[in-house]
Nanobody, 123 residues
Framework: QVQLVESGGGLVQAGGSLRLSCAAS????????MGWYRQAPGKQRELVAF???????NYEDSVKGRFTISRDNAKNTVYLQMNSLKPEDTAVYYC?????????????????WGQGTQVTVSS
């Protein structure tokens, strides 16, 4: 199985910055898409940004120009640099990844979620 561990959340004032990290571990053969989602209280989980294996990126409209997603394939890690944070960015942020594992001579698809990290932006 593949485990995703997020870090970097916290409390920041409006206009500030945070950098989230998510490291994948396990019997990973390859990772396709890595992404960040968020869920605010009383709201559905929404996609914030994703990055493909060829480093193509896509962003939710409200974060364009403020957030940057990147990945380090050698470390199986994805990052989310969040600048100019707003109170409406407050949420639990979850990492997601999909790809292939190789274990016991077999390849298998995987799709995994991290445990979430809280981001709180005060006004």
């Amino acid at each position: 199985q593949v485990q995703l561990v997020e870090s970097g959340g916290g409390l920041v004032q409006a206009g500030g910055s945070l950098r989230l990290s998510c490291a994948a571990s396990g019997s990973i053969f390859s990772i396709n898409t890595m992404g960040w989602y968020r869920q605010a209280p009383g709201k559905q989980r929404e996609l914030v940004a994703f990055i493909t294996s060829s480093s193509s990126t896509n962003y939710e409209d409200s974060v364009k120009g403020r957030f940057t997603i990147s990945r380090d394939n050698a470390k199986n890690t994805v990052y989310l640099q969040m600048n100019s944070l707003k109170p409406e960015d407050t949420a639990v942020y979850y990492c997601n990844a999909d790809g292939l594992t190789y274990y016991g001579g077999k390849y298998s698809d995987f799709g995994s979620w991290g445990q979430g990290t809280q981001v709180t932006v005060s006004s």
